[in-house]
T-cell receptor
Framework: QKEVEQNSGPLSVPEGAIASLNCTYS??????FFWYRQYSGKSPELIMF????GDKEDGRFTAQLNKASQYVSLLIRDSQPSDSATYLC?????????FGKGTMLLVSP | SAVISQKPSRDICQRGTSLTIQCQVD?????MFWYRQQPGQSLTLIAT?????????ESGFVIDKFPISRPNLTFSTLTVSNMSPEDSSIYLC??????????FGEGSWLTVV
């Protein structure tokens, strides 16, 4: 049974701070790792993916992957109130994605 | 990027009835996915639908309850049969992209009363 674990939160950060969201996974054979953002009442939106160990940056977002520790994280720099949402971590083996339950992020003005 | 449209976007259904959700993509895709997100929960894969073959269902989901059609590379339907309140959920159609990415439609919010 593949498992993806996330702290449910909420994670509260002030505007302008760095938000750090974490995820661990159980299947060592996992190959691809994704972060989705889901606003309340909306469907999930893909914001980042990473395949190799290390960091991947895209604007204010940085995904970090450590396969040895089975750990993936998402950093959001200069957090804005509009970043307030639930962030879902997803992990893929060959074709389908297994999702965590998500971490709620609250960015206060 | 591709546009994924789902219908209905929201519905309230009577217990014991069935509802078919439609998913239309504006480009041809090989793999389409149907996920369910129950209140307060994460996404759970119901089945993978490839054109020209039977859908592949995940453990806990059966074809009699969730029949799926995939008549061409741009369209799929999911039927939720003989609904009960436990089927109240968001049903999400996903399109497979490169590198195992999945892009979701707007979702169908179903409430069973």
């Amino acid at each position: 049974q593949k498992e993806v674990e996330q702290n449910s939160g909420p994670l509260s950060v002030p505007e302008g701070a760095i938000a750090s969201l974490n995820c661990t996974y159980s299947d060592r054979g996992s190959q691809s790792f994704f972060w989705y953002r889901q606003y309340s009442g909306k469907s999930p939106e893909l914001i980042m993916f990473i395949y190799s160990n290390g960091d991947k940056e895209d604007g204010r977002f940085t995904a970090q992957l450590n396969k040895a520790s089975q750990y993936v994280s998402l950093l959001i720099r200069d957090s804005q109130p509009s970043d307030s949402a639930t962030y879902l971590c997803a992990v893929s083996g060959y074709s389908t994605l297994t999702f965590g339950k998500g971490t709620m992020l609250l960015v206060s003005p | 990027s591709a546009v994924i449209s789902q219908k209905p976007s929201r519905d309230i259904c009577q217990r014991g009835t069935s509802l078919t959700i439609q998913c239309q993509v504006d480009s041809q895709v090989t793999m389409m996915f149907w996920y369910r997100q129950q209140p307060g929960q994460s996404l759970t894969l119901i089945a993978t639908a490839n054109q020209g073959s039977e859908a592949t269902y995940e453990s806990g989901f059966v074809i009699d309850k969730f029949p799926i059609s995939r008549p061409n590379l741009t369209f799929s339907t999911l039927t939720v049969s003989n609904m009960s309140p436990e089927d109240s959920s968001i049903y999400l159609c996903g399109m497979g992209g490169s590198g195992n990415t999945i892009y979701f439609g707007e979702g169908s919010w179903l409430t069973v009363v």
